[in-house]
């Protein structure tokens, strides 16, 4: 075929040809986790669609005409949550056919990582708070599977990342981190292998200090090392493998 045997067409005839194509709405969903008490959280607010009257959601929107998917999940934490300064990660596109009940949606989720002590929310709407993921049974839309989805993929990445330190203070014993990886893999750890395959990946800096005012014998503080802040932990969701 030569180039002169190739018809071209315009993309506005691409357009009308398939207008039903180009009327597929696309949202963005976040799924924002956060650590408190020993339990692993997710940030929920109430549906205000009829149809999902008395189930919460997670914290999403439509993506405007004039604006990209990354640029969508950081309006959205700020106009609902207030945060702007926390970690995101493209998790995975959800499309099932009847998932929005308004027409087709596709949704692409993230998901977030928030400490919830030094991050406090600034919007109080829709009943906006934190939830226990272990008490989550049903919420609007698809957002369970969701909620799950990016769960799963929070548990694959635990080891081999060190996205975790995001949900926690900047100084925390070896027992407050074992306890976080218990409440994301949902199991119990040994702590002595816990504690050697930490120390293999060499994320840590002992601070050389000590906790204070616990009800148990003080362990010794550590924080992340910071070229891991720096090269491991991207506010955009790219990982580096360390």
């Known amino acids: 075929m030569t180039e002169n045997d190739l018809r071209l067409k315009t993309a506005e005839i691409e357009k009308i ?3 039903d194509y180009f009327n597929i709405g696309i949202s963005v969903d976040c799924v924002i986790f956060g650590y408190d008490d020993k339990d692993l959280k997710v940030l929920l607010i109430k549906s205000d669609l009829e149809e999902f009257e008395g189930l919460y959601s ?7 005409p004039d604006e990209d998917l990354d640029t969508a999940s950081y309006r959205i934490l700020k106009e609902r949550t207030g945060l702007d ?14 998932r929005h009940p308004s027409g087709r949606v596709i949704t ?6 928030v400490d919830i002590k030094n991050h406090r929310l ?14 989550i049974k049903n919420l609007a839309f698809d957002h369970k599977l969701i909620l799950d989805t990016c769960s799963a993929r929070l548990q694959e990445q635990v080891m081999d990342y060190p996205v ?8 925390f014993s070896l027992r407050e981190l074992q306890e976080l990886y218990e409440a994301i ?3 119990e750890l040994d702590r002595r ?8 990946k060499d994320w840590l800096i002992d601070t050389e200090e000590m906790e204070e005012n616990v009800p148990h014998r003080p362990g010794k503080l550590h924080k992340l090392k910071s070229e891991y802040k720096k090269i491991a932990v991207s506010k955009q969701g790219v990982l580096n493998p360390v």
């Open 58 to 64: 997670l914290l999403g929107d439509l993506v405007r």
């Open 193 to 200: 292998n816990f504690r050697k395959k930490i120390a293999l």
């Open 164 to 171: 975790i330190f995001n949900l926690l203070p900047e100084k």
């Open 108 to 113: 692409v989720a993230y998901y977030s990582l």
């Open 17 to 19: 040809s398939h207008l």
């Open 85 to 98: 300064d926390v970690y995101l990660e493209q998790v995975h596109s959800f499309g099932s056919l009847d």
């Open 185 to 187: 893999l949902g199991l």
């Open 122 to 135: 600034r919007v109080d709407s829709n009943e906006l708070h934190w939830h226990s993921i272990q008490t």
